[in-house]
C-alpha cells in the first residue's frame, strides 16, 4: 500500500516533465511550419555611403591568444580607412594589454583610426565595456566582434547595404566554426549551433517574429541601441536583453544566413560549460526582466507567445534532470505491469524529439552536402544536453533566484595551443560540487543501463544509455580538466 502513492507521484512527475519537454521541443515543428510558409525571405537594398563611419568594437578580456588575430583581420575589412573607427575595448589584467599596445600602435603608423581604450574597473563587464566605448565613437553604425571571431574583408559590404530603412536597427550574420573538426566536442557544439543559426534565427526573422543579436558577427545602428536603452549589465546576456528592448520599441532586425563570420569554438568542456551557464543563466534573468514589458505591450499576440516561449524554452533543463532522476524507479514500475496503459501513452512523448531530430536535420541540410553523415551526431548531441543537465539546470536555478554571478568569459586558445597558456585560462581549478554530482549520475544512470537490460527494457534502453553517455562524458572530461590544471 505504500508504495502504490509514491509510484503514483513518480508517474505524476515523470508525464509533467515529459509535457514540459514537449512542449518547448514543439519549437522544431512551428519553425518547419513557418520555414514551408515563408519560404523565401527578399531583402532590400541601399547603396554603400562610404563617407558614413562605421564603429567596430573589440571587447577583450584576457584573450592574449587572439587578441593579434582579431585586430589583424579587422584590419582587412574592406572600406575606407577615413570612414572606420577601431575601437580595441581591453579590460584585460594579463599580457593581452602589451599585446594590444603594441599593435595598435603599429596600426595607427600605417594610417588606421584605432584606439586601445582602457578601464581602471571592469564595471559592467561586456555590456559596460561596449556602453563605456560607444560614448567615444563616432560611428553612425557599429559592429562588434568577440575575441573568437575573425570577420571577413567583405563584412561591410555584405552587412551595410541591408540599413535600406531607418527603422532597420541591426543585421546579424551567421557563424561559422573554425575549427569544428577538431574534436568530438566541437563537431558537437557546431551541430547545436547550426540548429539555431541555419533554422531559428533565419525563420523567426522572415516570420515577422523577434530574433537576438548574438553578441558578435552583427552590427548596429548607433541611435538603435541609445534608444533601446543602451547596453545594460544587470543579465548575463546583455545582447538578448538589448535585441528584445529595441524590438519591442519598434526597431527591426535583419538576419542573413548566407553572410558568415568565422568563429572559434570552445575546446574544452569547463569553457563549455562556462559558455552554457553564462547563456542559460542570462536567458532566464531576461526573461524575467522583459516578459512584464512584452506582455504589456501593443504587440500581436503571436509575438507575445513565440516571445515567451523563446525567453523561457532554457526551462528544460531542470525537467531533463528530473526525467533522468526517474528513469530508473520507472523501470520497476514498468515491470510491475500495474500502470500499463500510462506507460504506453507516454510514447507519445517521441513525438518531443522527431520534433528537435527534424529541427537539427533540416539545419545541417540547409549548409552541407554530407548533411545525412553530419545527421549521425544527433543522439550524440542529446547525449550532450543530458549530461549538461546539471550544469544548466543551476544557472536557471539562479536565475530564478535572483542570485548575482560575475560574468566569465570564455577562454579562446586558436589554433596555436600551448599547455602553459591552456592551463592558465581553464575555468575548473578544482572538483566541485558538481562535478560529484555528475559522476554520481553517471553511476546512476549506468545502474538504469543494467536495470533496463535485466528487465529486456529494449525500447528504455537508448535513453538510459543515452543519459548515462551524456553524464559520463561531462564528467569525465572535466576530471580530465581538473587533472590538467593540478598536474
Known amino acids: 500500500m505504500d508504495s502504490f502513492p509514491l509510484s503514483e507521484l513518480i508517474l505524476i512527475l515523470y508525464t509533467f516533465s515529459l509535457t514540459i519537454l514537449l512542449i518547448f521541443s514543439s519549437n522544431g515543428f512551428i519553425m518547419l ?22 564603429t567596430i568594437q573589440l571587447p577583450l578580456f584576457n584573450e592574449m591568444n587572439v587578441a593579434e588575430r582579431l585586430i589583424n583581420a579587422v584590419c582587412k575589412i574592406d572600406y575606407p580607412k577615413s570612414s572606420l573607427e577601431i575601437q580595441v575595448l581591453d579590460d584585460s589584467t594579463d599580457e593581452t594589454s602589451k599585446i594590444v599596445s603594441e599593435l595598435v600602435k603599429l596600426r595607427k603608423s600605417e594610417g588606421y583610426n584605432i584606439k586601445h581604450i582602457q578601464r581602471d574597473k571592469r564595471t559592467g563587464y561586456k555590456a559596460g565595456a561596449l556602453k563605456d566605448g560607444l560614448q567615444k565613437a563616432n560611428g553612425e553604425f557599429i559592429a562588434i566582434f568577440d575575441a573568437d571571431f575573425i570577420p571577413q574583408a567583405n563584412f561591410l559590404q555584405k552587412t551595410l547595404p541591408r540599413f535600406h530603412s531607418k527603422n532597420i536597427g541591426m543585421v546579424q550574420t551567421r557563424w561559422e566554426h573554425l575549427n569544428e573538426t577538431s574534436s568530438l566536442l566541437t563537431k558537437v557544439q557546431a551541430f547545436a549551433l547550426n540548429g539555431h543559426f541555419v533554422i531559428e534565427q533565419e525563420v523567426r526573422n522572415k516570420s515577422g517574429f523577434f530574433i537576438n543579436f548574438n553578441g558578435t558577427g552583427g552590427i548596429w545602428r548607433k541611435e538603435c541601441i541609445v534608444d533601446a536603452g543602451n547596453w545594460q549589465a544587470d543579465t548575463l546576456t546583455e545582447d538578448l536583453d538589448l535585441s528584445f528592448r529595441a524590438q519591442i520599441k519598434g526597431w527591426r532586425f535583419i538576419y542573413l544566413k548566407d553572410v558568415t563570420t568565422p ?4 575546446s574544452e568542456i569547463s569553457s563549455l560549460k562556462t559558455q552554457q551557464f553564462r547563456w542559460t543563466k542570462g536567458s532566464i534573468e531576461t526573461a524575467k526582466k522583459l516578459l512584464p514589458t512584452i506582455w504589456s505591450s501593443k504587440l500581436n499576440l503571436r509575438i507575445k507567445l513565440y516571445s515567451t516561449f523563446h525567453l523561457t524554452n532554457n526551462f528544460i533543463f531542470p525537467f531533463v534532470l528530473l526525467i533522468g532522476l526517474l528513469n530508473v524507479p520507472l523501470l520497476f514500475i514498468k515491470n510491475g505491469g500495474e500502470f500499463n496503459s500510462i506507460i504506453n501513452f507516454m510514447s507519445l512523448f517521441i513525438l518531443a524529439f522527431i520534433s528537435t531530430f527534424f529541427l537539427y536535420i533540416l539545419a545541417q541540410k540547409g549548409i552541407h ?19 549538461m543537465a546539471i550544469n544548466n539546470s543551476r544557472a536557471v536555478l539562479e536565475g530564478l533566484l535572483n542570485k548575482k554571478s560575475e560574468f566569465i568569459r570564455t577562454p579562446k586558445f586558436s589554433s596555436n595551443k600551448d599547455i602553459v597558456n591552456q592551463k592558465k585560462y581553464l575555468t575548473t581549478p ?58
Not at 370 to 386: A, D, E, H, Y
Open 33 to 54: 511550419y513557418y520555414n514551408n510558409k515563408f519560404k523565401r525571405k527578399f531583402f532590400t537594398e541601399t547603396s554603400i555611403d562610404k563617407s558614413k563611419i562605421v
Open 263 to 266: 568563429a572559434e569554438l570552445p
Open 369 to 387: 552536402k554530407n548533411w545525412i553523415k553530419r545527421g549521425l551526431i544527433f543522439p550524440v548531441f542529446i547525449s550532450g544536453t543530458m549530461g
Open 430 to 487: 578544482k572538483i566541485s560540487f558538481q562535478l560529484l554530482l555528475e559522476i554520481l549520475f553517471t553511476i546512476y544512470s549506468l545502474a538504469g543501463v543494467i536495470i533496463a537490460i535485466y528487465f529486456i527494457e529494449i525500447t528504455a534502453l537508448p535513453f538510459h544509455l543515452m543519459f548515462f553517455i551524456g553524464f559520463f562524458s561531462v564528467s569525465a572530461l572535466s576530471l580530465k580538466q581538473v587533472l590538467i590544471k593540478n598536474c
